[in-house]
């Protein structure tokens, strides 16, 4: 199995290998923990294990750094720590939607941003008939990748999620219902800037004439 990259992501990496009998290609999501135990079991030249060992030991503390210079940004950006009240947001993401954004009132409704976002699906019309395909990856490709990561820290925190993942996954496949889950997420984000109310833990409401969650019970 020859490795023939390395994504580095706060928390985690994500390496891509190759069988180099078959050809067959695979992917690794790990933890740093798991990274250091991952190349440690290595099999083949020692010199090139310990270049990879070498090289994670350099990442970690910048990675550490930038982490806590983004927590930093995030506790004096207002609208990161609203946005950070709903489950599974963080400040890398919350701090992100925020800065990407800008004004909110550029939006005039959740489908604006959707589509600024690149979450939207792509349209092809024919004939008098309309298809719609795979989203059109416009926009910020971090923050929708932010989106899609945090969507699914959501899905496994708020049950409405959970359960439209659930049926979208079992209907097509993951990765779709991956991205329905963030454009989901970036929906509720949208309005819960909008209109400067936390998450509440109620269904969360995407029409422009409603409010943005409607109380059933309080928080404790």
């Known amino acids: 199995m020859l490795i023939i990259g390395c994504d580095f992501h706060p928390g985690f990496q ?54 806590v210079a983004v927590e930093q940004a995030a506790e004096r950006d207002a609208v990161a720590q609203l946005l950070q009240t709903h489950p599974g947001v963080g400040p890398i993401t919350a701090l992100a939607f925020s800065l990407t954004l800008g004004q909110i009132e550029r939006f005039a409704h959740s489908r604006k941003v959707v589509s600024y976002l690149g979450l939207n699906p792509s349209e092809h019309s024919s004939g008098g008939r309309q298809r719609l395909g795979s989203i059109s990856k416009q926009g910020n490709t971090m923050l929708r990748s932010l989106l899609v990561e945090a969507g699914q820290s959501a899905a496994r925190l708020v049950p409405e999620l959970k359960r439209a993942y659930q049926r979208l996954k079992h209907r097509k496949h993951s990765a779709v219902a991956k991205v329905m889950v963030a454009r989901k997420l970036a929906v509720r984000l949208y309005w819960m800037w909008k209109t400067q109310q936390p998450y509440s833990a109620t269904r969360m409401q995407g029409s422009p004439t409603g409010p943005v969650a409607r109380a059933i019970r309080p928080l404790v």
């Open 14 to 67: 994500q390496i891509a290998m190759v069988d180099a009998e078959t050809g067959e290609h695979t992917e690794k999501r790990l933890t740093p923990e798991e990274a250091i135990q991952f190349y440690r079991q290595l099999q083949g030249p020692v010199r090139r294990r310990e270049e990879l060992l070498l090289l994670l030991d350099d990442l970690d503390p910048k990675i550490g750094e930038l982490d």
